[in-house]
């Protein structure tokens, strides 16, 4: 990787705008949630907060898989961008987890009368979380350069691979401890208004993730080069 | 092939007969096991809840629990003093490494589960003769696949200032499926019911198992070569 | 069977960088029997990472590593027969006998009554009395010389030892260089790293001086001292 200080900045400042734009179009996603989508019948105003937690679940999925497959391509490839790209998405990935899980709850008190349940998509969600720190707290842990993108591709993989293994464990322990549950999150017959801005906001988290991956890893390579000029200069 | 193979047993022997002298990781992780256990027992209402429905998770917290602890001695050892680099200077093949690290762990940790599942018996009061086979056969089961997991994951964590940290911290994640389907397959088992019940579980354990040994397996050079 | 120059072990532009780090860059070098090499420089200037490159320890990022003509590539297992390496550590396992341990080493080598040869090489190191007693309660000297003998079981005729000399009594440096010497006259080859070239001048054949990476100069000994000497003092090296 060529270190290069202003093709970072300028890739930097690329991300913020898109993110920036991500941002005001999630102010407007809030606006239709509001105002253009009608209200659900037996759930009320609580649910709206599907349409921020559902894309960010979703999102959180792609960002995981992204991660995994970047990952599995540097260990093939050896190519650091690439590493630098999986290090960045998992961090972008691991705010929408948390979003993911904390609007969760939020959602599910009002409805269901408890803050959790243990149902396949929400134990998913829980596993991604975890997924994303171990990945990160090991980057943090390593210091060697090298040592740290192998060894993180190697947990990114493994974790790609576990997604189904988790899903198909509590599918399993759900049909046969089926809980009661008293509405569907996610009922098949959605409207077609609340589909289009579940699709809406979905679009919107994607703008916001590839906003801020793109502003993260130009910091990244910024910071690369930051290093290479700390480099030379012990060198003399 | 053949000298990997045999370079593999080699390095499982060493690290046995090792053990063996010293003792260290065995001994707490049998002690952990049967605290574990004893704590078991104690934080329960015992009015409100039946042996019965905590004996499953009992016994597998404890197997789950107590490999955890040994699982970091296998690289920690070898971090001490370096010899890792001894291994990958000898003629094997980087597998090998992988698979004598993974017997010996199954070693230690079958040790542990053995020593733990008649304690198990003698304080849950709960007899397992006439499930003795399908419960090995679990057991063994769920066990390989969160060791080959943690064999992997430990190679790493060692090399970490949080070593004692970071494994259960990445490792956690890889029980959920065998913890899982060993509970729900032990559950039933202590409940007699029939082993066709649970071939659905049973059948995802060894699918575990197969992906992640493979994995595992081709996983680690990108692990041991700098 | 050996390359048409009959080198032992060829290092061809070797670039080793992660990031911003650059441990070396395009260093080159080819070794022949009978040749023992001294690597110098000051710490940081990619000694250790080069010997580990060249023991196929280390994967370059740039640039091949040749055995015997042969390119060295980290899992490859053939070469490593040619190879016997002593670092700084002992990788002896402090819960296994002398014994146990070289005989280990045997058995990875794949050599026939393991035990047997592990036996033979630690009465000729002299431990032959303490070849049943753990690690930790011998001197690091005895330590040291039985790594040495492990180093040693598979007859390699590449020998790379790293900081070698380090915590060693003066009775067990001769002990040392007498066996770097063994071997070079064995038609074999020795890359030693060591910041303290005084311990193993008498050894050296050729001189190799590193710094940031790269090489800075790389002469046989038989030059005038003097010119050698300040060369490597422009280096920092004693």
């Known amino acids: ?173 759900r049909t046969i401890h089926p809980m009661p549950v008293v509405l569907k999150p996610s009922a098949p017959s959605l409207p077609d208004s609340m589909l289009r801005t579940l699709l809406i906001a979905f679009v919107v988290d994607l703008v916001l993730y590839i906003g801020f991956v793109t502003a993260r890893y130009g910091l990244g390579l910024v910071a690369h080069a930051r290093a290479a000029e700390l480099e030379d200069r012990t060198d003399a | 092939m053949g000298n990997g193979l045999r370079a593999a047993l080699a390095l499982a022997a060493r690290d046995v007969r090792a053990e063996l002298r010293s003792r260290t990781a065995l001994t707490s992780a049998l002690v952990f096991a049967a605290l574990v256990l004893v704590v078991f027992n104690f934080a329960r209402d015992p009015t409100r809840l039946g042996v019965a429905d905590l004996a499953p998770s009992a016994l597998w917290i404890t197997f789950a629990f107590g490999a955890m602890t040994t699982l970091n001695r296998a690289f920690a050892i070898e971090k001490e003093h370096g010899a890792l680099d001894l291994l990958r200077l000898a003629p094997m093949p980087r597998e090998a490494i992988y698979a004598g690290k993974l017997l ?98 049973l059948r995802l354990l060894a699918v575990y198992d197969v992906v992640f040994v493979t994995i595992s397996v081709l996983i680690f050079p990108a692990v041991a070569d700098e | 069977m050996r390359p048409s120059d009959g080198s032992l072990l060829t290092a061809i532009d070797i670039e080793r960088a992660f990031g911003a780090r650059r441990a070396l860059a395009g260093v080159s070098l080819v070794v022949h029997p009978g040749e023992a090499v001294l690597l110098a420089g000051p710490n940081g200037a990619g000694k250790t990472t080069l010997l580990r490159c060249l023991a196929g320890l280390a994967r370059p990022t740039r640039g091949t590593v040749q055995v015997h003509g042969r390119a060295l590539r980290v899992g490859d297992a053939a070469s490593r027969r040619h190879i016997g390496m002593v670092a700084h550590q002992t990788w002896l396992h402090d819960d296994l006998t002398l014994l146990e341990n070289l005989a280990f080493a045997a058995r990875l080598h794949g050599m026939p009554r393991p035990r047997e040869v592990a036996a033979a090489a630690l009465e000729r190191a002299g431990l032959g009395a303490r070849a049943g007693e753990l690690p930790p309660s011998l001197s690091r000297g005895m330590q040291q010389r039985a790594a040495i003998a492990r180093a040693l079981l598979h007859e390699p005729d590449i020998v790379l030892l790293d900081e070698p000399f380090s915590g060693l009594d003066a009775a ?17 080859a020795v890359i030693v790293v060591s910041h303290q070239p005084n311990e193993v001048w008498d050894v050296v054949t050729r001189v190799v001086g590193l710094r940031a990476g790269r090489v800075m100069f790389d002469t046989p000994k038989t030059d005038t001292s003097a010119a050698l000497t300040s060369e490597l003092s422009e280096l920092g090296v004693g």
């Not at chain 1, 093709?7 to 105002?35: C, K, N, S």
């Not at chain 2, 079958?110 to 009061?125: D, H, Q, R």
């Open chain 1, 1 to 173: 990787m060529i270190p290069d200080r202003a093709r970072g900045l300028a890739v930097a400042r690329r991300g913020q705008w898109i993110a920036g734009l991500g941002l005001v179009l999630l102010a407007g996603v809030y606006i239709m949630a509001q105002r253009f989508t009608p209200m659900e019948v037996s759930q009320g105003l609580a649910q709206k907060i599907f349409y921020l937690h559902v894309p960010a679940a979703w999102t959180s999925l792609l960002v995981f898989s992204i991660v995994g497959i970047t990952s599995a391509l540097y260990l093939w490839l050896r190519d650091e961008r690439l590493d630098l790209f999986a290090a960045s998405s998992a961090e972008v990935g691991v705010v929408f987890s948390i979003i993911m899980l904390t609007t969760g709850p939020l959602w599910a008190k009002p409805i269901w009368g408890t803050w959790w349940q243990w149902d396949a998509r929400l134990t998913l969600t829980l596993f991604l979380f975890f997924l994303f720190v171990g990945y990160l707290s090991l980057r943090a842990a390593v210091p060697d350069a090298g040592e740290r993108a192998r060894y993180s591709a190697v947990v990114a993989i493994l974790g790609f691979l576990l997604v189904p293994f988790v899903h198909l464990s509590v599918y399993l322990f």
């Open chain 2, 104 to 201: 010996a762990n199954l070693a230690f940790v079958g040790v542990v589960e053995a020593v733990a599942l008649p304690l198990f018996v003698v304080f849950f009061n709960r007899p397992v003769w006439h499930v003795l086979g399908p419960l090995l056969l679990v057991t063994a089961l769920a066990t390989i696949g969160f060791v080959a997991v943690g064999t992997l994951l430990s190679a790493m964590a060692v090399r970490t200032r949080f070593a004692e940290l970071m494994l259960p911290l990445l490792l956690l994640p890889f029980m959920l499926p065998p913890v899982i389907g060993a509970v729900q397959v032990t559950a039933r088992l202590f409940a007699d019911r029939p082993l066709s019940e649970v071939s659905g579980w």
């Open chain 3, 172 to 188: 067990a440096c001769t002990a040392l260089r007498a066996t770097m010497t063994g071997v070079v006259a064995g038609e074999g």
